[in-house]
Structures are given as structure tokens and as C-alpha cells.
């Protein structure tokens, strides 16, 4: 069983900046297919961004250039995300696999109002 707990989210304005973190249970880098994730109320759960082993990273077309995802060396994922707008509001999630199971956060809310 692995756990994902994310955390760093709040209330921002327009144009500001927040910092998401996923706490892993295990070594991040035993994770596969890390990646967030994000749901607006009434709309569908959309890929952020995500980062391979290699370190290779891709990003969700809403969010290039405005958003990086990182790791560090032990257990924790990043979202560095700037230049918030108010269609960035949502839950965000981030996953992983491990041993061929999914896992999922319990989310962290993030609202861009002024």
C-alpha cells in the first residue's frame, strides 16, 4: 500500500504563484507514471503534468510555460505553478504506480480569485 498526500494548496490571486507537494510513502523515484492532475467542479479530471524516470517532463497544454513539475531525491513531487488564473481553480491531485497499481492523493484544493 502506498500513500500520496499532497499539500500546498489555498487561495491565490490572479497572477500569483503556489507550490504543490506529494508526499510518497515510498521513494518517489519507485513510482512510475508520476504525474498531477486536476478537477474543476463539473468538468473531468485533467492531466497537469508528469515526469519520468529520466526526468523527462510533459505538460498539459492549459499549463506550459506556467507550471513545473519536479522531484526531489527522497520522496516528494513538486508543482511549481505561476501566473495563476481563475481557470486554474481545482482540486489537484498527483498519482503514481508502484508494482502495477494506481495510486491517487486525496487532493489539495487551489482557488485563483481576487
Known amino acids: 500500500q502506498v500513500q500520496l498526500v499532497e499539500s500546498g494548496g489555498g487561495l491565490v490571486e490572479p497572477g500569483g504563484s503556489l507550490r504543490l507537494s506529494c508526499l510518497a510513502s515510498?521513494?518517489?523515484?519507485?513510482?512510475?507514471?508520476t504525474a498531477w492532475y486536476r478537477q474543476a467542479p463539473g468538468k473531468q479530471r485533467e492531466f497537469v503534468a508528469g515526469i519520468v524516470g529520466g526526468g523527462t517532463t510533459r505538460y498539459g497544454d492549459a499549463v506550459k510555460g506556467r507550471f513545473n513539475i519536479s522531484r526531489d531525491l527522497k520522496n516528494t513531487m513538486f508543482l511549481q505553478m505561476n501566473s495563476l488564473n481563475p481557470e486554474d481553480t481545482a482540486t489537484y491531485y498527483c498519482?503514481?504506480?508502484?508494482?502495477?497499481?494506481?495510486?491517487w492523493g486525496q487532493g489539495t484544493q487551489v482557488t485563483v480569485a481576487s
Open positions: 515510498v521513494g518517489i523515484f519507485s513510482l512510475s507514471g
Open positions: 498519482t503514481g504506480s508502484y508494482r502495477g497499481r494506481s495510486y
